[in-house]
């Protein structure tokens, strides 16, 4: 009964505390990158977020065309390679509304070649952070591309999961 009573405590105290959570300062669970294979992606781009946070048959949705204020999907232009500045106006926020009817959303072909969007107001790739508190799954659904999804999950240690979504053309045989 004894070494029982002392195998115990030795399981016991051979469990140390988990490591303190990382200090993720309210940062974003996932950033995702979306871009076409060959130029910039197409004017008719839906990006669907589904999450925890919202019915499983409402998801928040992204029209590029059109956006909406958004809640827990923040997209941003980006150039080419998925570079994007998350520090402005989301597409669909109030602020960005107001930087494209002043006329500045013009200068985003200034960049050249590694510009985030062209002078005609094409998106070269869309950056996208998602504040989900959780697992999600992200879809891109174009007329080119049709339905593209990634799953998200979050992982230990990591503050912001991120991953790329390369839009594939359709089977043309479909």
């Known amino acids: 009964m004894r070494f029982k009573a002392l195998l115990f405590a030795a399981l016991?105290?051979?469990?140390g505390p988990d490591s303190p959570p990382l200090p993720c300062n309210g940062g974003?669970?996932?950033s995702v990158v979306i871009k076409a294979p060959d130029g910039p992606l197409p004017s008719d781009t839906v990006v669907k977020l589904y999450y925890g946070g919202r019915a499983p048959d409402d998801p928040e949705v992204l029209t590029v065309a059109e956006p909406m204020t958004p809640q827990a999907l923040f997209c941003y232009p980006?150039?080419?390679?998925g570079v994007y500045d998350s520090?402005?106006?989301a597409l669909g926020s109030k602020a960005s509304a107001m930087h494209t009817s002043s006329g500045g959303a013009g200068n985003g072909g200034a960049g050249g070649e590694g510009g985030q969007s062209?002078?005609?107001g094409t998106l070269v790739a869309l950056g996208c952070?998602?504040?989900?508190d959780g697992?999600?799954?992200l879809e891109v659904v174009t007329m080119l591309y049709g339905t593209q999804k990634v799953e998200l999950a979050l992982q230990k240690g990591v503050c912001t999961v991120k991953s790329t979504l390369?839009?594939?053309?359709?089977?043309?045989g479909m």
């Open 28 to 30: 974003p669970e996932f």
């Open 78 to 81: 980006a150039d080419k390679n």
């Open 87 to 89: 520090s402005g106006p």
């Open 12 to 15: 016991v105290c051979s469990c």
């Open 166 to 172: 390369l839009l594939e053309p359709m089977d043309a």
């Open 118 to 120: 062209g002078g005609d």
């Open 135 to 137: 697992s999600a799954r």
């Open 129 to 132: 952070d998602l504040y989900t």
